[in-house]
C-alpha cells in the first residue's frame, strides 16, 4: 500500500518531471546552445530521480 504522503511525494516527482521535459522541448526550439540544454537536461534526470525504483502495491 502507499500512504497519502507517499502518493503526494509521488505525483509532486512526475509533475516536476512533465515541467522539466517541456522546458527542454522550449530550450531546443529556441536553438539554445549545449550548455543550455545541458543545464535543463540535468533538471530532467534530478526529476525523474529514483521513480524507476518506485514500486506500488495495489490493494486488494
Do not use: N, Y
Not at 24 to 46: M, N, Y
Request: proline letters at 2%; hydrophobic letters at 45%; one cysteine or more.
Amino acid at each position: 500500500m502507499v500512504s497519502r504522503a507517499e502518493l503526494d511525494h509521488l505525483q509532486d516527482r512526475l509533475f516536476a518531471l512533465r515541467c522539466a521535459v517541456s522546458d527542454a522541448t522550449v530550450i531546443l526550439d529556441e536553438s539554445a546552445s549545449v550548455g543550455e540544454l545541458r543545464g535543463v537536461l540535468e533538471q530532467v534526470k534530478a526529476a525523474a530521480g529514483e521513480l524507476d525504483r518506485l514500486w506500488v502495491t495495489p490493494r486488494d
